[in-house]
């Protein structure tokens, strides 16, 4: 694992703060945080939100991105794919991103979400753009 502090990490990151998302793992190889299941996250009857659960995504495959870039580099997303299975009423979600690629102009990560009884949620998968300097 890399040793950095992952509130700072996530602190780089406005609107994940704000969402209230944690991240804790991360290294090249994967990057693990969780998203509580709360009435401000949810549509109708009480289900999370499938923004909330894509933020997740998408802020766990932005750090994955991030830890696999060249020195100097900056990375944005240029495509996301979300494939959603199942409803979560209470409980959490936890998020587990991989990369799939780690090329010279682009980063592909997947994420899975899972719910509190590790069943699957979401598939994500990213194109983030290698952007250098």
């Known amino acids: ?5 992952l509130a700072e990490l996530v602190a780089t990151m406005p609107f994940a703060v704000a969402v209230g998302i944690t991240i804790d793992a991360a290294a090249k190889d994967e990057v693990v945080g969780h998203l509580p ?3 401000e996250r949810c549509t109708t009857a009480g289900l999370m939100h499938g923004g909330a659960v894509m933020t997740l995504a998408d802020t766990l495959g932005a750090v994955c991105a991030f830890l696999n870039l ?13 494939n959603f299975f199942r409803a979560v009423r209470d409980g959490e ?16 990560v997947q994420t ?21 300097p």
Do not use: C, F, Y
Request: charged share 20%; hydrophobic share 40%; aromatic share 2%.
């Open 1 to 5: 694992m890399i040793p950095m502090d």
């Open 37 to 39: 299941w709360s009435e």
């Open 70 to 82: 060249p020195a100097g580099a900056a990375t944005s997303t240029i495509t996301s794919s979300t």
């Open 93 to 108: 979600v936890r998020g587990r991103a991989r990369p799939l690629h780690a090329g010279r102009t682009t980063i592909v």
């Open 112 to 132: 899975e979400v899972r719910d509190t009884n590790d069943k699957l949620v979401a598939l994500v998968t990213q194109t983030q753009a290698v952007l250098t």
